[in-house]
């Protein structure tokens, strides 16, 4: 490799990880990095596609029978989604999928519905928007039970695993079985530390849920938020990551009390590259105390 060519590989690879961490670490309400557009598209296998808005992912299968499509986000989102639908294909949207029933992934579903679109959800989703409704959360028409449900569309296959609680009561991890890809909202935000201080994640079963989906049959995945696409290993990396932080913090422990003692001497080096180590080491780190300290 000549030394012209290792430089410019070597920029490019900077502004990757700048581009990278700006996007995964950047909450909902952040503002994009300048020439970052607001949504864009981007086909991960044949039929397969990535829709971003803002720092929000979902994904959408195109099949000859037509779409389905899984987290509306918002309104705004939503309406933006459907116009990149349009542009791959004439089909309907035929079902809307919700991966949990946090409103900042879900609540744009309407546009869909107006359009006769089937709504799925796992059945804690449905008792959750019972308990917490929202007008924006169109109710679905369907749920399940228990761990496993196929969506089938114009020979395609969409699987919904449920692993328990994890992040919320109701997370669907959606695995494309011929193209060996999961869609994993939120419980995996590649080579990223965990979000702040861990909204409505449930820490154990959160490393329990990770290393029971390693065991699927799976290459690549779309996160909730980040890239478009990664390797399979990044769910292995979060789970490794959660259980390095919740040992850390457990030795900490060991020797001080005082939380914030505690939130500022726990470091993690081996995962200072990933996106908001800076930002969210110690929100993590004071979640994960204070789980020790309550029990939950
Ligand atoms: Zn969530």
């Not at 992040?167 to 530390?193: A, Q, W, Y």
């Not at 329990?208 to 779309?222: P, V, Y």
């Not at 003692?261 to 105390?289: H, S």
């Amino acid at each position: 490799m000549n030394g012209t060519f290792k430089i410019l590989l070597s920029a490019l690879a900077f502004a990757g990880s700048v581009f990278c961490a700006l996007v995964q670490s950047g909450p909902a309400w952040a503002q994009l990095p300048p020439g970052m557009k607001m949504f864009e598209t981007t086909k991960i296998a044949d039929g397969v596609y990535s829709f971003r808005y803002a720092f929000h992912r979902n994904m959408f299968v195109v099949t000859d029978e037509g779409v389905i499509a899984t987290d509306p986000m918002n309104p705004k989102a939503a309406g933006s989604m459907m116009d990149e639908i349009k542009k791959v294909t004439e089909k309907p949207v035929k079902y809307v999928i919700y991966s949990h029933e946090h409103w900042d992934h879900i609540s744009g579903g309407r546009v869909f519905k107006a359009a006769g679109a089937r709504f799925i959800s796992h059945a804690n989703c449905a008792r959750e928007f019972k308990n917490n409704p929202n007008p924006n959360v169109v109710m679905p028409d369907e749920t399940y039970m228990g761990s496993r449900k196929d969506v089938n569309l114009g020979g395609r296959t969409v699987e919904l695993h449920y692993f328990g609680r994890n992040h919320g009561e109701c997370l669907s991890v959606m695995r494309l079985p011929k193209e060996k890809i999961l869609f994993i909202v939120d419980i995996v935000t590649p080579k990223r530390v965990a979000f702040r201080n861990m909204p409505d994640f449930y820490p154990l079963d959160w490393v329990r849920s990770l290393a029971e989906i390693e065991k699927l049959d799976f290459e690549r995945i779309i996160p909730g938020h980040g890239p478009p696409t990664a390797p399979a290993a990044a769910v292995r990396e979060q789970r490794v990551y959660l259980e390095d932080l919740m040992t850390a913090v457990r030795e900490a422990r060991k020797t001080e009390r005082n939380p914030d003692e505690i939130r500022k001497m726990v470091k993690l080096p081996k995962y200072k590259t990933w996106g908001a180590y800076k930002q969210y080491l110690e929100m993590n780190v004071e979640r994960i105390n204070f789980f020790y300290h309550m029990g939950k």
